[in-house]
């Protein structure tokens, strides 16, 4: 089985930095994935990483440590689009082809 | 726009009905997984079907089954609902293969379906 955590709520000032936590306990682990999903909307992918290191895209990064079972999303230059929730997903690899397990997920608050 | 699509947006049954959502793959995607999200929580895994054969269940009842289409299209049939099947519906289509070993890709999510059980 897996365990997902991450943090229930951040609230962070537009233009700042916040980042978002996520740790995971798997059976196996085939890459982590984060996703954005505003309100009433899709889940949309970010990033992902499958290699311990750090991912850029632009204002997200992510990081992972396999070793830790620890990864964290960045967002820097907050902006108001920016809250929403953020999903932080594992591919399990060792059930079938690889099954996404997603936790509950993080809402971020920007503020003015 | 992924390019996944679902139908319908919004749906309302009473307990004890059937119901069906369907739900229209990415182009060059074989494979679909579909999930049950409820409100403030993370999408939960139903099943994945990729060439038209469920390869993967999460930890739902059997009256919640799938079909996947030559297509690569995809059903969701939830029989006798109950009202905690009140939930946000999402599909999301992928590209499995054999590599190194098996594996499925990136996951792209369709608008979802809002089914609502009274």
């Known amino acids: 089985g897996q365990n997902i955590d991450q943090p229930t709520e951040m609230t962070a000032t537009e233009g700042a930095i916040v980042q978002i936590n996520c740790t995971y306990q798997?059976?196996?682990?085939?890459?982590l994935f984060w996703y954005q999903q505003h309100a009433g909307e899709a889940p949309t992918f970010l990033s992902y990483?499958?290699?311990?290191g750090l991912e850029e895209k632009g204002r997200f990064s992510s990081f992972l440590s396999r070793s830790k079972g620890y990864s964290y999303l960045l967002l820097k230059e907050l902006q108001m689009k920016d809250s929403a929730s953020y999903l932080c997903?594992?591919?399990?690899?060792?059930?079938?082809?690889?099954?996404?397990?997603f936790g509950a997920g993080t809402q971020v608050v920007v503020t003015p | 726009e992924t390019g996944v699509t679902q139908s319908p947006t919004h749906l309302i049954k009473t307990r004890g009905q059937q119901v069906t959502l369907r739900c229209s793959s990415q182009?060059?995607?074989?494979?679909v997984s579909w999930y049950q999200q409820a409100l403030g929580q993370g999408p939960q895994f139903i099943f994945q079907?990729?060439?038209?054969?469920?390869?993967g269940r999460g930890n739902f009842p059997p009256r919640f089954s799938g079909l996947q289409f030559p297509n690569y299209s995809s059903e969701l049939n939830v029989n006798a609902l109950e009202l905690d099947d009140s939930a946000l519906y999402l599909c999301?289509?992928?590209?499995?293969?054999?590599?190194?070993?098996?594996?499925?890709?990136?996951?792209?999510f369709g608008p979802g379906t809002r089914l609502t059980v009274l």
């Open positions: 182009s060059g995607h074989n494979t």
């Open positions: 990483n499958v290699l311990d």
């Open positions: 999301a289509s992928s590209l499995s293969g054999t590599t190194s070993g098996r594996y499925t890709d990136t996951q792209y």
């Open positions: 997903a594992v591919r399990d690899s060792t059930d079938s082809w690889g099954k996404f397990q």
């Open positions: 079907y990729y060439r038209e054969e469920e390869n």
């Open positions: 798997t059976s196996g682990f085939n890459g």
